[in-house]
């Protein structure tokens, strides 16, 4: 059993309310990437089933503005900082980049992931949902305020 691993799902805020033998397994299922400075993790517009915890180091999460250029959304730099996690809800490519600004260490769960501990544990399904729901509904509301306060 990997502690470390395990202690970083406990902190994922989508993985709230999981027991102990929950988080066993899904860390079993995770799997973990190492990325150097500069390295594309994840490429705006392309399909996307999995989504990525932060470990450790720092990833930029970018999007293509309409003259081509790269606008930096947010920098994630706290262990259990995650990304990509719509894809496990969405189907529509990635709606941005995330690009490794130092050496980064990530763990990934896909989607295939998720369907193998909901097999074993049924009442996760419900649940993930649920925190994924959740968390978009907080960076909505973050956003909208931060649209709010820059309009005026």
Request: proline share 4%; hydrophobic share 40%.
């Amino acid at each position: 059993m990997d502690t470390v691993k395990i202690d970083l799902l406990k902190e994922c805020p989508l993985f709230t309310g999981f027991h102990e033998d929950q988080y066993a397994t899904l860390g079993d299922l995770a799997c973990t990437h190492e990325f150097k400075t500069g390295d594309t993790i994840i490429a705006e517009g392309t399909p996307g089933d999995t989504f990525f915890i932060l470990m450790e180091g720092e990833i930029s999460i970018e999007k293509t503005a309409p003259d081509g250029g790269q606008h930096q959304l947010i920098t994630l730099a706290e262990p259990g900082d995650f990304f990509g996690e719509m894809a496990i809800v969405d189907v529509r490519p990635r709606s941005a980049s995330a690009v490794a600004r130092s050496r980064t260490r990530i763990l990934s769960i896909s989607k295939d992931d998720l369907l193998n501990l909901f097999n074993e544990y049924e009442e996760l399904m419900m649940l993930v949902p649920y925190n994924i729901a959740r968390v978009l509904a907080e960076r909505l509301r973050n956003a909208d305020e931060t649209m709010a306060a820059v309009s005026g």
